[in-house]
């Protein structure tokens, strides 16, 4: 494969300073812990080498055709597992007969280790092995780590992995089947994150955790460009992204950001933030005048066990998502992400598990605020109810079958360009 990935800075968020890769490690070294960096490139250069119609002749697969918008110096450490080339449906009447919303749902579930975390995860790796490491360490709700693991595997990289004890045992078994090493932390999220960066602290580990590494967003904003050249660079009206540490939906904006640098699409759409009514510091410190330094950090106790957060740690880069996107963040409960992975998997066969689901219930709920709109909305399935199976286990979930039986999601356009398939 020809080289084509490019030099790049990076940019801290908060004060702006700008440094080069061998720089800095993790943050910004000037504001520590809460300077969040962007990775960006030379924008003019890539509008002027690199034409949007150069991508039918990409020869590298999934997301890594986008490679001269990727953070590597070389292709060299890239695991060979298909990550990303994911597809976006189109079913009909998913909001029933009244809704204008055109609605596309981005199957993210079917990713090699069942996450979109893969997408960070591959990054992760290859980015670990062409700096030397050894080990990876991180900690997760479970996806991450999963993804982790699993792309490790294919690499033969060490992990070590610090994951809530109630996290969901499928995915605790994925982790051991790639043969990671788990310490199992007593408490939440939060506690796992203290957890990893003390181990990393202490060993030199690579941490991959999200909000501590940087690069995390260039993997994860290869969703954006899909959704985009799948569309044929017309962007939809609206995106719908489940949160709890935010990093998703930061990535989405900055796969936006970079498409409209090289001019490939012309506007921004409005992204939707969804959380968990009782995982919900995104929302409200959006809703309050308060910073977010001053928002109380909740016990948080969602279902969804991925978007479970008290302190979102990638809350600068969500929270600049929204606002420049002039989206907004909404809560939805425990028992519309039930309905909505019901409704989701008994009326399209994409079967998405509760902090995924979590996404389409806020659609559902925008739909009925806003009956008359005539909207593109893509919601993103971020992960497979296989993760996960307690919801549909539970009883509480299984609507009417076959409300709209003999209407199959129409692939929208499973191979948008040529290349982009396998
Ligand atoms: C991690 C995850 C999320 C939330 O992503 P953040 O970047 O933490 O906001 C949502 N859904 C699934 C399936 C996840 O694994
Ligand atoms: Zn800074």
């Known amino acids: 494969m020809k080289n084509s990935y490019k030099a790049y800075a990076l940019q801290c968020l908060v004060c702006d300073r700008q440094y ?53 110096s070389s292709t060299q450490y890239v695991p060979p597992l298909l990550v990303g080339n994911t597809p976006l449906y189109a079913p009909a009447n998913l909001l029933g007969e009244g809704s204008a919303i055109k609605v596309l749902i981005k199957d993210e579930s079917r990713q090699p280790t069942g996450s979109l975390k893969d997408r960070a995860s591959a990054l992760a790796v290859a980015h670990a092995l062409q700096s030397g490491a050894r080990t990876v360490a991180v900690a997760s709700t479970g996806n991450a780590a999963s993804a982790l693991a699993g792309m490790s595997a294919s690499m033969g990289l060490h992990n070590v992995i610090y994951l809530p004890r109630t996290a969901p045992r499928e995915k605790r078994a994925q982790m051991l089947g790639y043969g990671a090493e788990i310490v199992l932390v007593d408490g939440q999220y939060d506690e796992a994150f203290e957890q990893c960066l003390a181990g990393c602290q202490a060993h030199g580990w690579y941490n991959r955790t999200t909000g501590i590494n940087s690069y995390m967003s260039e993997g994860k904003k290869t969703v954006a460009f899909e959704i985009c050249e799948q569309l044929h660079w017309q962007v939809p009206d609206l995106i719908f992204v489940p949160v709890g540490n935010g990093c998703i939906l930061g990535s989405v904006y900055k796969g936006l950001f970079d498409l409209l640098q090289l001019g490939w699409i012309d506007r921004m759409p409005r992204l939707i933030g969804v959380q968990a009514e009782h995982s919900n510091f995104m929302y409200r410190a959006w809703r309050s005048d308060r910073s977010m330094a001053r928002t109380a950090r909740i016990a948080p106790t969602s279902l969804a066990s991925s978007i479970n957060v008290a302190l979102p740690r990638d809350r600068l880069k969500a929270m600049r998502a929204v606002t420049a996107s002039n989206g907004e963040f909404m809560c939805v409960s425990d028992q519309d992400i039930v309905t909505a992975a019901s409704r989701l998997a008994s009326r399209t066969g994409v079967f998405a598990e509760a902090g995924a689901a979590s996404a389409f219930a806020g659609l559902i709920k925008y739909a ?55």
């Open 368 to 422: 009925q605020a806003h009956p008359d709109t005539a909207q593109t909305a893509v919601v993103l399935i971020t992960g497979s109810g296989l993760k996960d199976t307690s919801i549909f286990l539970s009883g509480s979930a299984g609507g009417p079958p076959g409300a709209l039986a003999g209407q199959l999601p129409a692939p929208l356009n499973t191979a948008p360009s040529q290349g982009i398939s396998a």
């Open 20 to 72: 080069q890769p061998h720089e800095v490690s993790y943050f910004c070294p000037h504001c520590k812990g809460e300077g969040a960096l962007d990775v960006l490139y030379d924008y003019p250069t890539l509008k002027r080498e690199w034409p949007r119609a150069a991508l039918a002749h990409q020869q590298a697969r999934g997301m890594w055709r986008y490679d001269r918008l990727m953070p590597l």
